[in-house]
């Protein structure tokens, strides 16, 4: 098992700054691709970034690409999203989640992964 807590979610105006963090408990943290998904009211959840274990590769949507930032920190458990220009859009429940890392991973897809968080809430007001 591999838990998850997200934190650093809140209200920002557009153009500003957020840094999400996910702590992961339970299981080697280090043997997991970390996800970010976010989901917006009556929509369905999407991939926004993700970060291999192995070799640190990471991925982005096109929508925030040039903006977000994901890093881990294997020591500490954690991983970041550091999310600047932010834009009204971008306001959702945000999402970290865990997945066993592989060749091959789908790190889009929600079905590969095996553990989420409780998500945190970003508003962005235009």
């Known amino acids: 098992q591999v838990q998850l807590v997200e934190s650093g979610g809140g209200l920002v105006q557009a153009g500003g700054s957020l840094r999400l963090s996910c702590a992961a408990s339970g299981r080697t943290f280090s043997s997991y691709a970390m996800g970010w998904f976010r989901q917006a009211p009556g929509k369905e959840r999407e991939f926004v970034a993700a970060i291999r274990w192995r070799g640190g590769s990471t991925y982005y949507a096109d929508s925030v690409k040039g903006r977000f930032t994901t890093s881990r920190d294997n020591a500490e458990n954690t991983v970041y999203l550091q999310m600047n220009s932010l834009k009204p859009e971008d306001t959702a429940v945000y999402y970290c989640?865990?997945?066993?890392?592989?060749?091959?991973?789908?790190?889009?897809?929600?079905?590969?992964?095996?553990?989420w968080g409780q998500g945190t809430q970003v508003t962005v007001s235009s």
């Open positions: 989640a865990a997945a066993l890392d592989f060749e091959g991973l789908g790190y889009g897809q929600i079905y590969e992964y095996d553990y």
